[in-house]
């Protein structure tokens, strides 16, 4: 799909299908489009979408509720544009045309998350349908709206085309994107916006003391990985680790998952491949911030050669975990990042990981868990993420926890004692293998839930979401 951003009115454009956002109560049209609009049920709220066919420049009108004015902000234009994509995908219009909605209170933030809603609401995973008609893609989208936004626009763009390229690596099920893979879509990308990337193998993970990542990877054919990439500007303002899970596939491992948990575990490297959609925006949107992207990825598999309950693993930084459970594999491989990240001495490191499914019980599907030492952070992030539509809720570091995760016979089990408060006791976990002396702050975005979702919500699709790409792009433009 081509998109374009023009500022002609869209009278003087032609196409299959004009995309226009009406507030409720039918404000600003006609007596005559109020009349059929209302024949058809349509009164303008959001989420509603109406098709009406046109015998002037386009074959077909796609109206779509904006809701209440008053209550208009920047996810119900990304909603409502996105109603609008599907909608004209639906019709198989080819031309689709989009006039900018909301930007009379909005300005140009309607523009941005119009471009977003576009973007996201067009996407879905078909490379693998054979049938044609499964396969239907618009030709050309153009948005007509003022001149000044076409920046703005612009931006939204990048932002949504990140998580897209996100989306398509998570939705990639698990024989097909192995960490080997994983490694190399981390190396073309950074071959194509000149990133440096490194990639360890098994010596490499040996020298490095990366026991965490050594150990989930042994019960698999599948060799581990960790991957490096960076990004240094001239002049960088600051200096950020971002980290995040890849399990290609989580099997569970010798604690094996049931058939109804094992379903989806595709969607185990989400974390990892949000990390590649912000390196893809950052190198579109060159912020002068350096950034350092870290993927530890294996596959958590039960092999003859798997790791087993009671094993003891003694990281770099000296702290043993003894092995309760070998599907709590998260914590085990993202602990060797941060050992490695907090050595860079950045001044933020960002996690994100499809953590634990009790942050899922926590908070719902549609909410990820922020966890950080740092109040600022949070309310950063918090504020961002309201914004973004990307929900984010702060969960709470809870020092009377700690217990829970103290080893028997060594300094730390990697599952709490109890199952109450999974989500804290794994952040918990995470906390250990974060050297505050180099790294002033920390977060740990618990991703499970929204990262894949089974079912369409909002602009997303059933699969992966992309989430929480735009969030952190738009905190390292913020500290740009
Ligand atoms: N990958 C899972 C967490 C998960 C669950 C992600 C649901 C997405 C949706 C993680 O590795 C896991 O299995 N966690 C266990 C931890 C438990 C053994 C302490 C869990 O949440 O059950
Ligand atoms: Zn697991
Ligand atoms: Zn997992």
Same mark, same amino acid.
Request: proline letters at 4%; hydrophobic letters at 40%.
């Given at each position: 799909? +081509?998109?374009?951003?023009?500022?002609?009115?869209?009278?003087?454009?032609?196409?299959?299908?004009?995309?226009?956002?009406?507030?409720?109560?039918?404000?600003?049209?006609?007596?005559?489009?109020?009349?059929?609009?209302?024949?058809?049920?349509? =009164?303008?709220?959001?989420?509603?979408?109406?098709?009406?066919?046109?015998?002037?420049?386009?074959?077909?009108? !796609?109206?779509?509720?904006?809701?209440? &004015?008053?209550?208009?902000?920047?996810?119900?234009?990304?909603?409502?544009?996105?109603?609008?994509? +599907?909608?004209?995908?639906?019709?198989?219009?080819?031309?689709?045309?989009?006039?900018?909605?909301?930007?009379?209170?909005?300005?140009?933030?309607?523009?941005?998350?119009?471009?977003?809603?576009?973007?996201?609401?067009?996407?879905?995973?078909?490379?693998?349908?054979? &049938?044609?008609?499964?396969?239907?893609?618009?030709?050309?989208?153009?948005?007509?709206?003022?001149?000044?936004?076409?920046?703005?626009?612009? =931006?939204?763009?990048?932002?949504?085309?990140?998580?897209?390229?996100?989306?398509?690596?998570?939705?990639?099920?698990?024989?097909?994107?192995?960490?080997?893979?994983?490694?190399?879509?981390?190396?073309?990308? =950074?071959? +194509?916006?000149?990133?440096?990337?490194?990639?360890?193998?098994?010596?490499?993970?040996?020298?490095?003391?990366?026991?965490?990542?050594?150990?989930?990877?042994?019960?698999?054919?599948?060799?581990?990985?960790?991957?490096? !990439?960076?990004?240094?500007?001239?002049?960088?303002?600051?200096?950020?680790?971002?980290?995040?899970?890849?399990?290609?596939? $989580? =099997?569970?491992?010798?604690?094996?998952?049931?058939?109804?948990?094992?379903?989806?575990? &595709?969607?185990?490297?989400?974390?990892?491949?949000?990390?590649?959609?912000?390196?893809?925006?950052?190198?579109?949107?060159?912020?002068?911030?350096?950034?350092?992207?870290?993927?530890?990825?294996?596959?958590?598999?039960?092999?003859?050669?798997?790791?087993?309950?009671? $094993?003891?693993?003694?990281?770099?930084?000296? +702290?043993?975990?003894?092995?309760?459970?070998?599907?709590?594999?998260?914590?085990?491989?993202?602990?060797?990042?941060?050992?490695?990240?907090?050595?860079?001495?950045?001044?933020?490191?960002?996690?994100?990981?499809?953590?634990?499914?009790?942050?899922?019980?926590?908070?719902?599907?549609?909410?990820?868990?922020?966890?950080?030492? $740092?109040?600022?952070?949070?309310?950063?992030?918090?504020?961002?993420?309201?914004?973004?539509?990307?929900?984010?809720?702060?969960?709470?570091?809870?020092?009377?926890?700690?217990?829970?995760?103290?080893?028997?016979?060594?300094?730390?089990?990697?599952?709490?004692?109890?199952?109450?408060?999974?989500?804290?006791?794994?952040?918990?976990?995470?906390?250990?293998?974060?050297?505050?002396?180099?790294?002033?702050?920390?977060?740990? !975005?618990?991703?499970?839930?929204?990262?894949?979702?089974?079912?369409?919500?909002?602009?997303?699709?059933?699969?992966?979401?992309?989430?929480?790409?735009?969030?952190?792009?738009?905190?390292?433009?913020?500290?740009?």
């Amino acid at each position: 799909m +081509k998109i374009t951003y023009t500022h002609e009115l869209p009278a003087n454009k032609k196409g299959d299908a004009l995309v226009i956002g009406v507030y409720e109560g039918l404000k600003n049209l006609t007596k005559e489009e109020v009349t059929q609009l209302k024949s058809l049920n349509f =009164s303008g709220k959001l989420g509603e979408v109406v098709t009406v066919p046109s015998t002037e420049n386009f074959k077909t009108l !796609i109206y779509v509720g904006l809701g209440k &004015k008053t209550e208009l902000k920047t996810d119900v234009v990304r909603l409502a544009a996105a109603k609008g994509i +599907k909608s004209a995908k639906r019709i198989k219009a080819k031309k689709v045309v989009f006039e900018l909605f909301g930007a009379d209170k909005l300005k140009e933030k309607a523009a941005k998350a119009l471009a977003e809603g576009i973007v996201l609401g067009n996407y879905s995973f078909n490379k693998y349908k054979s &049938k044609e008609e499964e396969k239907f893609e618009l030709e050309k989208v153009t948005v007509a709206g003022e001149k000044e936004y076409k920046k703005d626009f612009e =931006s939204g763009y990048v932002l949504a085309e990140a998580a897209n390229f996100t989306r398509d690596i998570v939705n990639e099920p698990g024989n097909v994107v192995t960490p080997e893979k994983l490694a190399e879509i981390a190396k073309e990308l =950074s071959e +194509k916006y000149g990133f440096k990337c490194k990639v360890f193998k098994e010596k490499e993970l040996e020298k490095n003391k990366m026991f965490g990542i050594l150990t989930v990877g042994k019960g698999s054919k599948n060799p581990p990985r960790f991957i490096h !990439i960076t990004y240094k500007p001239k002049n960088p303002k600051k200096k950020i680790a971002i980290v995040g899970k890849g399990v290609t596939f $989580d =099997s569970g491992g010798l604690n094996i998952k049931p058939e109804q948990f094992m379903k989806t575990m &595709k969607s185990d490297k989400a974390g990892a491949c949000a990390v590649l959609g912000i390196m893809k925006a950052v190198g579109e949107l060159k912020p002068d911030v350096e950034i350092h992207a870290l993927i530890p990825t294996v596959e958590n598999m039960p092999g003859g050669k798997a790791y087993r309950p009671d $094993d003891i693993i003694v990281y770099k930084n000296g +702290k043993s975990v003894e092995i309760h459970s070998t599907d709590a594999e998260g914590r085990l491989i993202l602990a060797d990042a941060l050992i490695y990240g907090s050595e860079l001495e950045p001044d933020v490191m960002i996690d994100m990981a499809t953590l634990t499914g009790a942050c899922v019980v926590a908070l719902g599907h549609y909410t990820s868990g922020l966890f950080t030492n $740092d109040d600022k952070l949070a309310n950063t992030f918090l504020k961002l993420s309201a914004e973004t539509g990307e929900k984010m809720w702060r969960m709470p570091l809870d020092e009377d926890l700690k217990e829970d995760i103290k080893g028997a016979y060594s300094d730390l089990q990697n599952v709490g004692k109890t199952r109450y408060g999974g989500a804290i006791t794994a952040a918990l976990f995470l906390q250990n293998f974060v050297d505050f002396e180099k790294v002033k702050s920390w977060a740990h !975005i618990d991703i499970a839930g929204p990262a894949f979702l089974n079912k369409e919500w909002k602009y997303y699709s059933p699969g992966a979401t992309g989430q929480p790409v735009r969030t952190v792009v738009e905190y390292i433009v913020l500290e740009n």
